[in-house]
């Protein structure tokens, strides 16, 4: 009989994999969504909120403003999936405005995380078939094969998620949707637009320095998951424009030459060396439809707001 491996587990060892990979190479790296922990997760909830980070208050700010007409685009009794369960207010807002939905797919990788959005959810609209499925949709995976073929599939996708991924990445992820969703499927993506560096690098390095603990909780993590020895008054958090990427990237500076031990291991830095913790790419209205192109999509609809920092795309194959 084949021995059941905890999730748990075998999450902890694909982290151990990415550390010992990451921190072993010549430009150190960390894949972003490790930053997601518990603690992380709490800490990215209170990001949202900064008055700093315009990003989640601007795209809720579009859903409410233009909802009658995103749900137009969407037309009626559609099965929506939601690709990463959020924590709600923005999936209720596209309900709510929608032509009587037929089912809601959230899928997500935290299995705990989507069962709660999904009850939370399932509370609000009791008449709505909720269909939750845990997997990683950054990686192949099936939709249930009896969801109702008769009605448009929407995809959604908020919270300019899709910046977290490479180009590769984010166009792989994009075809992969166009198949779940269908010949006649549509997907409404929320993209964070290029602006100012004065206003978008605070947003990357607030103030109240909820970013800096944010960032810096995946080396306590290392700590805490792998045996780490990370001195936490040794590193600093930056956030840094990278203009060939276009994207706004997280690092951990180490403050000082030094060796930490690492799961058994021993990883030098010098003083100045960088972990990059994340990249948060930016587009411009033309760039994200020359990716959707790419990926088989035509951005037919743009919903944004009076500054244009933020942008809601209605996507049609
Ligand atoms: C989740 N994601 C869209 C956030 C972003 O803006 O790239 C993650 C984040 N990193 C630092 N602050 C917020």
Not at 96 to 103: F, G, R
């Amino acid at each position: 009989m084949l021995e059941r491996v905890p999730v748990r587990e075998t999450q902890r060892e694909a982290f151990r994999a990415d550390v010992r990979a990451g921190l072993g190479s010549p430009k150190k790296s960390l894949p972003s969504r490790w930053l997601y922990d518990d603690r992380g997760s709490e800490l990215f909830e209170e990001i949202t909120r900064l008055p700093e980070y315009y990003p989640t208050r601007t795209e809720t700010l579009i859903l409410e403003r233009h909802a009658a007409e995103m749900a137009a685009f969407c037309g009626p009794r559609a099965t929506v999936v939601e690709y990463g369960a959020g924590a709600g207010v923005k999936t209720a807002l596209l309900l709510a405005a929608l032509d009587n939905p037929a089912v809601y797919v959230p899928i997500d990788i935290a299995g705990d995380f989507l069962e709660l959005a999904a009850a939370r959810l399932q509370q609000r609209f009791p008449w709505l078939e909720i269909r939750p499925v845990t997997g990683d949709f950054t990686a192949d995976l099936d939709l249930p094969d009896d969801l109702p073929r008769l009605n448009a599939r929407v995809g959604f996708f908020p919270g300019s998620t899709i910046g977290n991924l490479s180009e590769a990445e984010a166009r792989g992820f994009l075809e992969r949707m166009r198949g779940h969703l269908g010949p006649g499927g549509r997907a409404i993506v929320g993209v964070d637009l290029r602006k100012d560096l004065a206003r978008l690098l605070p947003a990357y390095d607030d103030g109240a320095g909820v970013t800096a603990a944010f960032n810096l909780n995946v080396l306590e993590r290392i700590n805490r998951e792998l045996e780490g020895g990370f001195d936490l008054s040794r590193f600093a958090h930056e956030a840094r424009w990278n203009e060939r990427e276009g994207a706004v990237e997280m690092h951990a500076v180490s403050l000082a030459d030094q060796t930490v031990a690492v799961g058994g291991e021993r990883v030098a830095f010098a003083r100045g060396e960088t972990i990059h913790t994340e990249s948060s790419r930016k587009y411009s209205a033309d760039g994200f439809a020359a990716l959707a192109a790419a990926a088989g999509w035509r951005v037919t609809r743009i919903w944004t707001d009076d500054e244009r920092l933020f942008a809601v795309t209605g996507l049609e194959p």
